[in-house]
């Protein structure tokens, strides 16, 4: 179904930095996060372009959109829980209102953070982004797609939310061939019984859960959906009308994320029913990266269950 | 400072107080007091001090301003109205639907700002995200920004105080505006900032303290902070909320009033014979 290779897309964030170095005249931002956020991955190549600003998430981003004024493209880093949620203010007042061109990396997104806990498991951080008037966000789901959308980003003039994970997941996108473009959704298998529209480390669930699916007789069509915002409305249209059912999937509360904006759209296009699969209106808590998804239902089982109970409770 | 180039910072200055008049009063809303404190300092830093061109306000090897006490852009807009960058009559659609003088400055609809700001505390980091991007691309602009009293008790702003030393941003100007007032009162009753200068100077800036109404104070302290390197500098300028408007020195409650059609005409009459006497 997909490689054995797995890598954890704040690698692909570090890597893509150094990549990207010489063809883009950019400077990175961290707050004492770089070993972490793999910001340090970057720092040791072009010591002179990064920059910590210690502790201090909320200066960081003012001071982000101060440097973006002047025309120089930066990156501001960050774990979600306080790129997104500390520094909310700052990104929508600093950075969101002036639509200053400041690129945004948050890694350690969602429950798969695992051992830390609940403050630091941030599941909230799409819903606020995604709020701010102007601001992409994009959510990758493997290797390949994260370091294609950090091009992507620095590619368009205007603020941009990039999140990224800390657990390794599987390449699932062939290097020599991927192109990402911000606003389209990847048609990674077609179906025409129902639809899983995934984001991030639900992408690859989505297609265990398609195959366990399958088994069962059922034939589910995986959309993997890294732009939440602008999200493609197009295509979640598109299958609304092919399969008329929807399981949406992230690793994130189903309250203001990717189902929202899946519902959204749905709702003004073409309802259909919808059924979200993500952490339910809850805090999270410590445990294995994986152990703590599945017992918050972020897991090919739970996919695959709330895809049956759909069609069950459709036909 | 020349006698001359005084009186005509001293009408410049008048000028911009009738400019926040005239904004505050025609909005019927917005923020006279710490507006008229800093006149004096705005009339200084876009007559004399900041180089720019209003022809050409996005030129990039221009200086950088930043008004971090944001709600005070009756200041900044009588100013940059004052400088040539619009026409003064607009100031009396200040605050109103439709117009580009927003209530807080919003740098893109406004020639002249350089940051949008009114969130407290986010001001003074983007002046030092403008003058890190300085020194990376060694350009040799200079960054002002002018902050309230009441504003440094944000912590970002010492956040920002730290970023700025650690990085040794000398092209970094902050103007701390001192008339010791803010909204719920005298600042030392409601939380007490103060000490500012021993503060700024445990953070690693060159600080230098001014009466924020007399000119050769005000011109000495800018040089100061030109010729300080490897630090930036804070002018703490002790000044008077409501400066050049009887009734509403030393007035907290002119912090966010706009006077009625009487005390209007008073202030201008007040405004216009200061003008005339100078």
């Known amino acids: 179904m997909f490689s054995e ?159 990224f994970g800390r657990a390794p997941v599987p390449v699932l996108y062939d290097r020599k061939n991927y192109k990402f473009e911000i606003g389209k959704g990847y048609v990674l298998a077609d179906g025409k019984d129902i639809t899983i529209v995934a984001t991030g480390i639900t992408v690859f669930m989505s297609l265990q859960a398609r195959e366990m699916l399958k088994a069962d007789g059922i034939d589910a069509a995986v959309i993997d959906m890294p732009t939440i915002k602008p999200i493609d409305s197009k295509i979640i249209t598109e299958y609304a009308k092919k399969t008329g059912k929807i399981i949406t999937a992230e690793e994130h509360s189903i309250i203001g994320g990717l189902g929202s904006a899946v519902c959204e759209v749905v709702a003004e296009n073409y309802p259909v029913p919808v059924k979200r699969v993500g952490v339910n209106d809850t805090f999270g808590t410590s445990g294995k990266a994986f152990e703590v998804a599945e017992q918050y239902g972020i897991s090919a089982n739970n996919i695959y269950e709330q895809a049956k109970i759909l069609i069950k409770q459709n036909t | 400072m020349e006698d001359l180039q005084k009186k005509k910072l001293m009408k410049t200055a008048a000028n911009i107080r009738l400019g926040i008049i005239e904004a505050v009063y025609n909005a019927a809303s917005g923020h006279p007091g710490g507006s008229l404190s800093i006149a004096d300092i705005m009339a200084y830093l876009y007559f004399e001090e900041i180089n720019i061109d209003p022809e050409n306000p996005k030129a990039e090897s221009r200086d950088r301003f930043v008004l971090s006490k944001g709600h005070t852009s009756p200041a900044l807009y009588a100013t940059l109205a004052e400088r040539g960058y619009f026409p003064k009559e607009d100031l009396k659609t200040f605050r109103k639907l439709g117009s580009y003088l927003q209530g807080h400055p919003d740098m893109k609809g406004i020639p002249g700002v350089d940051m949008s700001s009114g969130s407290l505390g986010l001001g003074i980091s983007a002046a030092c995200g403008m003058a890190l991007s300085a020194k990376i691309n060694q350009k040799d602009y200079r960054v002002y920004t002018v902050l309230g009293d009441g504003e440094s008790e944000e912590g970002q702003v010492w956040e920002a105080a730290m970023f700025a030393a650690h990085y040794k941003l000398d092209n970094l100007c902050a103007i701390l505006d001192f008339n010791g007032l803010q909204i719920d009162g005298p600042i030392a009753d409601v939380i007490g900032p103060a000490p500012f200068d021993k503060k700024f100077e445990a953070f690693g800036w060159n600080t230098v303290t001014i009466d924020a109404h007399n000119f050769d104070d005000i011109e000495k302290a800018f040089a100061s902070a030109k010729a300080c390197k490897g630090k930036p500098t804070v002018i703490i300028a002790k000044s008077i909320k409501g400066k050049g408007v009887s009734y509403m020195e030393n007035k907290c409650e002119w912090h966010g009033a706009a006077p009625k059609k009487e005390q209007y005409e008073i202030a201008v009459k007040e405004l216009t014979e200061a003008y005339n006497a100078i």
Not at chain 1, 126 to 136: C, E, F, K, V
């Open chain 1, 5 to 163: 290779e797995k890598t954890a897309t704040r690698d692909s964030y570090g890597k893509a930095l150094v990549a990207l170095a010489e063809k883009y005249n950019f400077v990175v931002l961290d707050a004492d996060l770089a070993a972490a956020t793999k910001t340090g991955v970057f720092k040791k190549a072009y010591p002179d372009r990064f920059f910590d600003c210690g502790i201090a998430e909320g200066n960081m981003m003012s001071i982000a959109a101060g440097i973006a004024t002047t025309g120089q493209l930066v990156f501001a880093s960050s774990f979600a829980m306080f790129a997104a949620g500390r520094a909310f203010e700052q990104v929508r007042n600093s950075i969101g209102y002036p639509h200053l061109n400041v690129k945004i990396g948050a890694t350690h997104a969602g429950v798969t953070v695992g051992e830390d806990g609940a403050t630091h498991q941030c599941n909230e951080d799409i819903a606020l982004m995604r709020t701010i008037p102007g601001m992409t966000v994009i959510n990758p789901a493997d290797d390949v797609s994260a370091q294609a959308a950090v091009e992507a980003a620095l590619k368009i003039n205007g603020p941009v939310y990039l999140r």
